[in-house]
């Protein structure tokens, strides 16, 4: 059994995750943390994590990053793991839970489905090979008129997991608006679309002369992302100190 403090646990992706892990015999979520401090569901729900003296094996984050600081002292404090489900950290705040995963074991992801996490072992290969052929990239990421951050954390995965083949050559383009100049050879364009209740899409688009191939990700609902981060839960209970990805998860 995997006991659960469920981070943002009032949102929609927490009532997600709360949904899935009662049906599932190996997970408890035994607490929450959600800035409203409704108790909407069976177990207790704290506004901070200074009043949750609830004893836990992993962390689930689906929160905004102004918790982050407070859940990664309480993570250090209590030697719970967290699995870090959102997006939108500064470089200051990813710098943070990198110091952190040296003390307590840490699992971040900006996408937590299977289906992303092949996409990026599958963007990796496709871009060794295509890059010498002078494709070029880019990077197109759909989702619903309420979403903030943009670009997506994923459609920076994406480009970071590109890149991280091509020994980091590769600059990011976000507006070709401000610039009237052709494409440079070595860059990742990056768009992002906000429209209606688009849940998730990720299309990498390599173009090279007189042929297009395109790898893309279409997210239905929410589900995928909960059913993940229980995945990631079980995974990271009991873990010694280090950083993880859900690479490690899906094996």
């Known amino acids: 059994m995997t006991r659960v403090i469920l981070c943002g646990c009032n949102g929609k992706m927490g009532q997600v995750v709360t949904s899935f892990a ?11 943390i959600d800035i409203s401090g409704e108790q909407k569901n069976s177990y207790p729900v704290f506004q901070r994590f200074l009043d949750c003296q609830v004893e836990a094996d992993v962390i689930i984050d689906f929160s905004a990053p102004q918790v982050l600081d407070e859940l990664l002292v309480y993570s250090i404090e209590k030697k719970v793991p967290a699995v870090l489900c959102g997006t939108g950290y500064s470089k200051e705040e990813i710098e943070r839970i990198g110091e952190v995963s040296k003390q307590v074991a840490i699992l971040r992801s900006a996408n937590m489905s299977l289906g992303v996490n092949i996409l990026l072992k599958l963007v990796q290969t496709a871009a060794k090979v295509l890059s010498e052929a002078n494709f070029d990239m880019e990077i197109v990421e759909r989702h619903h008129n309420q979403k903030v951050d943009a670009p997506s954390g994923t459609a920076l995965a994406l480009a970071d997991a590109i890149n991280q083949v091509l020994s980091e050559e590769y600059a990011y383009t976000y507006d070709r608006s401000k610039e ?4 440079k ?3 990742i364009g990056i768009s992002a679309v906000r429209g209606g209740t688009i849940v998730g899409e ?14 893309k990700h279409t997210a239905y609902s929410k589900a995928i992302f909960g059913k ?3 995945a990631a839960a079980k995974f ?3 873990r010694e100190a280090g950083m993880y990805d859900m690479s490690e998860v899906i094996g």
Do not use: C, S, Y
């Open 22 to 32: 009662g049906e599932d015999a190996q997970i408890e979520i035994v607490a929450g």
């Open 180 to 183: 009237r100049m052709k494409r």
């Open 185 to 187: 050879k070595k860059e």
């Open 202 to 215: 990720h299309e990498v688009i390599f173009a090279g002369a007189d042929e297009v191939i395109e790898l």
């Open 228 to 230: 993940g981060a229980l």
């Open 236 to 238: 990271l209970k009991g």
